[in-house]
């Protein structure tokens, strides 16, 4: 099964968690959401994931813009009704 995914990180600045505006398709990818760290515990990254996680993200609420490095605080986010 196909699903589209998404990555979230959680803010080095602010704590929330930030949508990285990233979406892609991944085969046979996890059913839930979890860190990177947790779901690729190998360390190995497909290769989409890999691509998007060093993505720069501009926190809204302290506009610093930082490429977050920590896998575990990199989520990947199944998106609804995205099964193909």
């Known amino acids: 099964m196909v699903l589209q995914y998404r990555l979230d990180v959680v803010c080095d600045d602010c704590g929330d968690v930030h949508e990285m505006s990233m979406h892609f398709m991944l085969a046979e990818g996890p059913p839930a959401a979890g860190t990177l760290e947790a779901l690729f515990s190998d360390g190995e990254l497909?290769?989409?994931?890999?691509?998007?996680?060093?993505?720069?993200?501009?926190?809204?609420?302290?506009?610093?813009?930082?490429?977050?490095?920590?896998?575990?605080?990199?989520?990947?986010?199944?998106?609804?009704?995205?099964?193909?």
């Open 46 to 84: 497909p290769p989409q994931v890999e691509l998007f996680a060093g993505t720069p993200v501009a926190c809204p609420r302290t506009e610093r813009v930082y490429v977050p490095e920590d896998r575990a605080r990199i989520l990947l986010v199944p998106q609804e009704g995205s099964r193909y």
